[in-house]
């Protein structure tokens, strides 16, 4: 049987990782510099991570959510003091676009509005509720189209205001750092005065945090810059270091009901070992202040490059904008020099998303690599 043909694949293969690296079958060595989309937070393979799932593997790997799992309590309590987030109700899912879903749901279900708010540039994943809310038209089916949704510029706080005078908008969606859109962030006034009229209209704030959130920008979750509390928190990605595993962060404004949501998978107990472990490294290790130490080390690098026009984001959620397109740079980056990127819908900008416990080293040798690719 053949594989369904939607990804443009690079003829490369890895079959094992370390750290910051992984190898091809043939063990060539790769910096990893993008974690697989900003999936792996503690490293490849850290034996603590790998303790834990193997540990667990061995009790019990899998039972449903008709039984009591007191793994998902400990996630829940372990993520409410390594984020310093209180008074949030966890549901546990199982990737990023089934967290926006189950978002969406729950604030349509508060409020019994069918509405919602997106920005320009907007990623929030490829399901039906969430493709409607992401601003790319290419990906998005006639039966997607039918969710009644609008899209505003980002930092417009006037237009957002027009729309929810209205009462009849169930929820705002955003990143506070748009990934796939190109690493932009609104200002602070924008994120508190949307945050403002979501409580005067009654809307629902959802805080996509499946890229930017466990550490990534050197906050647990970057919204918190921003002195904001959203209603709902959306949450993936970096939680399981690639086991499968997402969730959402509820505000106890919104009262749970038996039946309103549900699944299979989410939570199991291999999801929960490895949420757990994560957690555990991350406050460890530091790796918060390793992300915020980092970034500043990036940018001073960055200075000494002259074709690097601005650097964007925070922490290790890292976008370097050129004076042209990086396509062929990151090819050659991959193929010739070894080391992963990533890029955004910004043709000039170069994402990089690292595992949170990189070190300066493996930076010098990217700059090192990239002022030989620049020549």
């Known amino acids: 049987m053949e594989l369904f043909d939607v990804y443009p694949l690079y003829d490369i293969t890895p079959i094992r990782g370390e750290g910051a690296y992984v190898f091809d079958k043939e063990e060539n060595k790769y910096l990893d510099l993008y974690g697989g989309h900003a999936v792996i937070s503690?490293?490849?393979?850290?034996?603590a991570y790998v303790n834990a799932l193997s540990g667990q593997v061995r009790q019990l790997g899998f039972y449903s959510n008709s039984v009591k799992n007191p793994l998902q309590k400990e996630l829940a309590d372990k993520l409410e003091k390594v984020s310093g987030v209180k008074n949030y109700s966890l549901f546990l899912c199982n990737s990023g676009a089934e967290a926006n879903e189950?978002?969406?749901?729950?604030?349509?279900?508060?409020?019994?509005?069918d509405k919602v708010i997106y920005f320009d540039k907007a990623f929030h994943g490829r399901t039906s509720g969430v493709v409607a809310v992401t601003d790319n038209e290419a990906i998005k089916s006639p039966f997607n189209k039918g969710h009644q949704v609008i899209k505003l510029a980002f930092d417009d706080t006037v237009a957002l205001e027009k729309e929810l005078k209205n009462e009849d908008i169930a929820a705002v969606i955003f990143e506070t750092i748009q990934g796939v859109g190109g690493l932009d962030e609104a200002s602070s006034e924008f994120y508190q005065k949307t945050s403002a009229l979501c409580k005067k209209f009654g809307t629902v704030l959802i805080a996509d945090?499946?890229?930017?959130?466990?550490?990534?920008?050197?906050?647990?979750f970057a919204f918190q810059k921003h002195e904001i509390r959203p209603d709902i928190i959306s949450i993936a990605k970096?939680?399981?270091?690639?086991?499968?595993?997402?969730?959402?962060?509820?505000?106890k404004n919104i009262e749970p009901k038996y039946g309103m949501l549900g699944t299979t998978f989410g939570g199991n107990h291999l999801a929960c070992a490895a949420g757990i472990a994560v957690l555990d490294i991350i406050e460890k290790e530091q790796l918060l202040k390793n992300a915020q130490d980092l970034f500043e080390y990036v940018k001073n690098q960055a200075d000494e490059i002259p074709q690097i026009k601005k650097v964007k984001g925070r922490g290790l959620m890292i976008g370097l904008e050129f004076d042209f397109e990086i396509a062929q740079l990151r090819k050659e980056l991959l193929f010739k020099h070894q080391v992963f990127t990533?890029?955004?819908?910004?043709?000039?900008?170069?994402?990089?998303?690292?595992p949170l416990n990189i070190k300066k080293e493996h930076f010098d040798v990217f700059f090192n690599v990239l002022k030989i690719a620049l020549k």
């Open 342 to 354: 990533g890029a955004a819908s910004n043709k000039k900008l170069l994402r990089i998303l690292p």
């Open 238 to 251: 970096g939680m399981g270091n690639g086991f499968p595993v997402g969730g959402i962060l509820i505000g």
């Open 102 to 113: 189950n978002a969406l749901k729950l604030a349509s279900f508060h409020t019994g509005r």
């Open 209 to 220: 945090e499946v890229q930017a959130g466990y550490g990534r920008t050197g906050d647990f």
């Open 42 to 47: 503690i490293g490849h393979s850290h034996p």
